[in-house]
């Protein structure tokens, strides 16, 4: 069965890397005073994997949109009291393609963070954007692309093949699109019975993964939660589908109505993608978005941002997949760990407004921990593709809707988030919403 152990946080609370103690020890079934302990020798590699999906909120606080660096200390601190002064640890992510990393980590939170942890374990600590490129956008147009050194240890492709929550859905691979203006890579990877992500090294090697969500809304899959923290276990962003071009009910989930705006939206994103892909009619392009946002009021379902997206949420379950496949099912352990101290809401995951809930929490099978923090956010998790899809699936084995769930300690307040715009009038049901 598994495990998943829950804990708020208070004004009483006891330090918070004893928080997080607490929280791991009981998921996993190990004493308190070492909770990594089993799950990684002294001399091995931990690594921390948050996210860090960009580094500005231009609506709210990065703490409702990235993972607390408060958390990823107590974790730094916890996993070198397991690997000892001969191990290491590395905090890596593979943030979105516009992130700046080096202005990220030189917020003064993440700063002093960063500072503590030098000062404390040295060049054992070390922190890794695993990213082949970084884009500089303006007006939602990419108008600069700078190389990046990418993943120290490499990426490895892996095929799922006919094990891909893509095989035989019926959604035609050349609607597929991604992260970037050309459709072809996320094509080519979706193709036949070929369904390949390229994963860094860096987390399929690590003697222990210790994954870190931020918990927040999603435009197009809900909840961010563990499992879709898991698209930053890939640099070549491409490769990951995103949504399909096109109308709902004509084999598409870009759009959920036809209208004389989406239809011409849709005309013109289309024409411009191989534009944009070879670097043309940048500013003419700029001008235009410029112009669409100064007269219309925003398309808040478009995209694939809306309840509807059937891409989305297969792309997290096959990343579940190639998780279990790549290390649980190979004896290396992976520790789910839950930031929700301050909550996300409305406009994530890029935009969210902040809800202080004190929430942390650890899980053994991410599943199961994901529906046991959406059902603390008054989620109804029949209604949610990605969490009703990724436990029909049970990749872990278990029987996620009957995990044990421990309440380490704290009251539980009831608290129900405000969903993205696009899920507002979708058939998932938030039981107790503010």
């Not at 999906?53 to 200390?73: D, K, Q």
């Not at 759009?255 to 009619?281: F, K, N």
């Not at 084995?397 to 899920?423: E, I, K, L, N, Q």
Request: one cysteine or more; charged letters at 25%.
């Amino acid at each position: 069965m598994a495990r998943v152990a829950l804990l708020y946080t208070g004004d009483e609370s006891p330090a918070l890397v004893d928080c997080v103690r607490s929280v791991i020890a009981s998921a996993h079934g190990t004493t308190f005073d070492l909770p990594l302990s089993g799950l990684v020798s002294t001399g091995g590699t931990v690594v921390i994997k948050p996210n860090m999906v960009r580094h500005f909120n231009p609506v709210g606080p990065l703490a409702a949109m990235v993972t607390s660096p408060r958390v990823i200390l107590a974790l730094v601190e916890l996993a070198f009291e397991a690997v000892g002064s001969s191990g290491k640890v590395v905090v890596a992510d593979s943030p979105q393609n516009d992130c700046d990393f080096s202005a990220l980590v030189a917020t003064p939170e993440w700063a002093e963070v960063i500072r503590e942890a030098r000062s404390r374990f040295g060049t054992s600590f070390q922190m890794v954007d695993v990213r082949p490129e970084q884009v500089v956008m303006r007006n939602g147009i990419v108008v600069d692309r700078r190389r990046l050194p990418g993943d120290p240890n490499g990426a490895i492709e892996v095929d799922l093949g006919d094990r891909s929550a893509f095989h035989g859905s019926g959604i035609d691979p050349v609607r597929l699109r991604g992260s970037d203006y050309d459709p072809a890579v996320t094509t080519s990877s979706h193709s036949g019975r070929r369904h390949a992500y390229s994963i860094s090294r860096t987390f399929l090697d690590a003697d222990l993964l210790i994954v870190v969500p931020k918990v927040k809304t999603h435009k197009k899959v809900g909840l961010s939660l563990a499992m879709k923290n898991l698209v930053g276990l890939v640099g070549e962003k491409n490769c990951l589908p995103h949504h399909t071009a096109g109308f709902a009910g004509s084999g598409g989930d870009e759009y959920p109505t036809r209208s004389a705006r989406t239809v011409v939206r849709q005309w013109g994103v289309e024409r411009a993608r191989p534009l944009l892909a070879q670097s043309r009619c940048v500013r003419l392009l700029r001008s235009l978005r410029r112009l669409e946002k100064a007269t219309m009021p925003e398309v808040v379902a478009r995209s694939g941002n809306w309840w509807g997206n059937d891409t989305a949420w297969r792309m997290v379950v096959d990343l579940v997949a190639v998780l279990h496949e790549r290390r649980h099912m190979a004896g290396k352990p992976t520790v789910f760990v839950y930031d929700g101290l301050v909550v996300g809401e409305g406009d994530g995951p890029l935009g969210p407004e902040a809800v202080d809930l004190g929430l942390l929490g650890a899980a053994d099978d991410p599943v199961a921990g994901d529906i046991a923090v959406a059902r603390e956010l008054g989620v109804d998790i029949r209604s949610m593709p990605l969490l009703r899809e990724a436990l029909a699936r049970r990749p872990w084995g278990a029987d996620s809707t009957d995990a044990a769930v421990d309440f380490v300690a704290g009251a539980r307040p009831a608290v129900g988030v405000r969903m993205h715009p696009g899920w507002t009038d979708s058939p998932l049901h938030v039981t107790n919403a503010r």
